[in-house]
């Protein structure tokens, strides 16, 4: 991979249509408005990720009784299935997918990741063979920006190069250089073409002098926001949390933090307390698929027995759709009989429980409690084993979210 070479860019063009409003901080915690040109974001947010359209066994009006205010869509598999042309053909993504409220959509790069067997690195972009016939594609910064310019979604990321937190200084280092260069290649690209905003993504694994040189230069482009990627791809939390803290108190002030790809009810509290306003993961309906349901004291599969003859919900504290309306032993029954009701129902419960918290620490941050609110939530939960985050990033190099 070629070293860094800092590139001309010429100026993005300033929208209007795009803004972020810092309401209260509290420590390092933050509230605050994202204005988009398809509604305003209170955060922190929480962003339900619709990788191909669709958040998987949910529609439009389920996401929006949830409180949903934005969520993730992926322009790597949109643009493999159904198509850029297709999408632009019916109206863009909004359309398509008939949601009106805002969508951020990622690159590919993460792809990279967790794709490795079926891609290539190149400094012109990446090289893909389809995991769905086995066509040859190539991503470039330009082309990833043409694709979400087509689609029409709200916030924009770059190309980016992620690897597992187990490669070396070097690697990583040249990732992020390479990072860096895409990213000029992309704002060259978008120009003012567009009222799209595009974020820039800080590299550089868990090494925090690669986090400040990226940080630094990602910083002198006042671009609308800026993303930390690279974990969550296997490392504990105990190194992942201080690498947001220390990245996170690098970024503009004025501009949102989106930590990409985390989205545990105790990371969430963890990285709001240290700077975050945006997230986005698969995790919360994935594991409601296999019947795992988020509790304040941590997560409880609801096909344990203890549940079968169960008359009351499965969280009587809880509101959701799910709780106010089914038994836990008929959540529990559906996924002993297979049922397709069974992940839309438990996936609405996990994604409920994760708006609350959002609307929780946001309350807390705007009322100067976050320290109290952080200590009750440990006063309860208990996460699951951390052996699970390395487990998972094993999983995404086998196959796509």
């Known amino acids: 991979m070629a070293r860094f070479i800092e590139p001309t860019i010429s ?18 915690a933050r509230a605050g408005c994202i204005s988009t040109p398809h509604g305003e974001i209170n955060t922190p947010v929480f962003m339900p990720v619709a ?34 042309k297709t999408i632009k053909e019916l109206g863009g993504l909004h359309s398509f997918m008939n949601w009106t409220r805002p969508i951020l959509t990622d690159s590919g790069g993460f792809q990279g990741f967790s794709l490795q067997h079926l891609r290539k690195i190149t400094d012109d972009g990446i090289t893909f063979k389809s995991h769905i016939d086995g066509s040859t594609h190539e991503l470039t910064p330009e082309s990833v920006v043409d694709i979400q310019t087509d689609i029409g979604s709200d916030v924009i990321m770059p190309l980016d190069v992620c690897l597992p937190t187990e490669a070396s200084k070097t690697d990583l280092s040249e990732a992020m250089d390479l990072t860096s260069n895409w990213l000029g290649r992309s704002i060259r690209s978008l120009g003012s073409k ?12 868990l090494h925090s002098d690669l986090r400040q040189k ?30 947001v803290e220390i990245t996170s108190e690098l970024l503009p002030s004025d501009k949102p933090r989106y930590l990409m790809g985390v989205g545990s009810p105790e990371d969430l509290v963890e990285c709001v307390v240290r700077g975050i306003d945006m997230f986005d993961c698969v995790l919360p309906t994935r594991v409601a698929r296999k019947g795992a349901m ?23 504290n809880c509101d959701c759709y799910a709780c106010t309306n089914f038994s836990a032993g008929y959540i529990h029954h559906l996924f002993k009989a297979k049922e397709y009701l069974a992940y839309r129902l438990a996936s609405i419960h996990n994604l409920r429980f ?4 959002m609307a929780d620490l946001r309350k807390a941050i705007q009322q100067g409690l976050i320290k109290e609110y952080r200590e009750a939530f440990w006063e309860n939960y208990r ?10 990033a094993l999983r995404h190099i086998k196959r796509f979210k």
């Open 194 to 205: 567009s009222d799209q905003s595009l974020f820039g993504i800080v590299q550089g694994g």
């Open 354 to 357: 994760l708006m609350r918290t």
């Open 383 to 392: 996460p699951s084993d951390q052996s699970a985050r390395a487990n998972q």
């Open 294 to 316: 988020y509790t304040k004291f941590g997560r409880r599969n609801v096909t344990r027995s203890e549940y079968k003859r169960s008359d009351s919900s499965f969280d009587t």
């Open 51 to 84: 990788t191909q359209g669709s958040v998987k066994a949910l529609d439009r009006v389920d996401l929006e009784c949830l409180g949903t205010q934005i969520i993730l869509g992926n322009a790597y598999h949109l643009y493999l299935r159904p198509g850029v």
């Open 214 to 243: 990226s940080a630094d230069f990602l910083s002198s482009l006042d671009l609308p926001g800026y993303a930390i990627g690279g974990l969550s791809v296997g490392e504990t939390k105990e190194k992942m949390y201080p690498t």
């Open 11 to 28: 100026a993005l063009k300033k929208t209007e249509m795009f803004n972020f409003t810092l309401e209260n901080s509290d420590g390092l």
